[in-house]
């Protein structure tokens, strides 16, 4: 079933904004990762962060993870229209050995 | 050079039709994935092998069968091909059977009609 719910659906802002996107699952996890997907390509992966830290950074990508909220958000800062694509987030639940994804949030970067 | 390749990009064809996808990694990883993303871009979980045996199947039609001929190849068959199959299947690959860091192929869109 699915794990991870992203919100918004889609988002939408002008470039040189910061873009914000967050995720909600329903069960204990090992791990939390983003991916993005640019339209008709493969995920690529992001940033892991793991259940015992709460803030991760990779340059202009900032996540958080509250497990006490079963919630994760990653910022992306300074948005280019490059950045325009679908970001998943995916939780690896403890003791199993999949991933499973939420349905996406749709960001557009607006030159 | 590519990471994971997977051909074809895409295929069309009719129902009751039997097809494979090719997936091939050359990253060196113990371990490849089936995944399938609907038209709601739901990415769900297919199959897993980890060093060519299968530790994931995930309440997958037997119409689809997975073959690892060696840790670097996860093949994708489907027999008796059916409309709700039309989605985009991608196949991925990981350093460990974790489920942590996959790296993904480009993809296979598939339409039956």
């Known amino acids: 079933s699915q794990q991870g719910e992203e919100d918004p659906q889609a988002l939408s802002i002008q470039e040189g904004e910061n873009a914000t996107m967050n995720c909600s699952y329903k069960?204990?996890?090992?791990?939390l990762q983003w991916y993005r997907q640019n339209s008709g390509r493969g995920l690529v992966h992001l940033i892991l962060?793991?259940?015992?830290?709460r803030e991760k950074h990779s340059g202009r990508l900032r996540v958080t993870l509250d497990t006490s909220k079963k919630s994760s958000s990653l910022l992306i800062t300074a948005s280019r229209a490059a950045d325009t694509a679908s970001y998943f987030c995916?939780?690896?639940?403890?003791?199993?050995?999949?991933?499973?994804f939420g349905q996406g949030t749709r960001l557009t970067i607006n030159p | 050079d590519t990471a994971v390749s997977q051909t074809p990009k895409y295929l069309v064809t009719q129902m009751g039709n039997d097809k494979s996808i090719k997936c091939e990694q050359n990253?060196?990883?113990?371990?490849m994935y089936w995944y399938k993303q609907d038209s709601k871009k739901f990415l769900k979980i297919m199959f897993s092998?980890?060093?060519?045996?299968?530790?994931i199947n995930e309440t997958v039609p037997n119409r689809f069968s997975p073959k690892s001929p060696d840790k670097a190849h996860l093949n994708l068959h489907i027999n008796s091909l059916e409309l709700g199959d039309s989605a985009v299947y991608f196949c991925?690959?990981?350093?460990?059977?974790?489920?942590?860091?996959?790296?993904f192929g480009s993809g296979t869109q598939l339409s039956v009609l």
């Open positions: 092998y980890n060093n060519k045996e299968l530790i």
């Open positions: 069960t204990s996890i090992n791990n």
């Open positions: 962060i793991r259940s015992n830290e």
């Open positions: 995916a939780t690896g639940d403890q003791g199993a050995q999949k991933l499973v």
């Open positions: 990253l060196g990883h113990d371990t």
């Open positions: 991925a690959s990981s350093h460990r059977p974790n489920g942590e860091k996959l790296f």
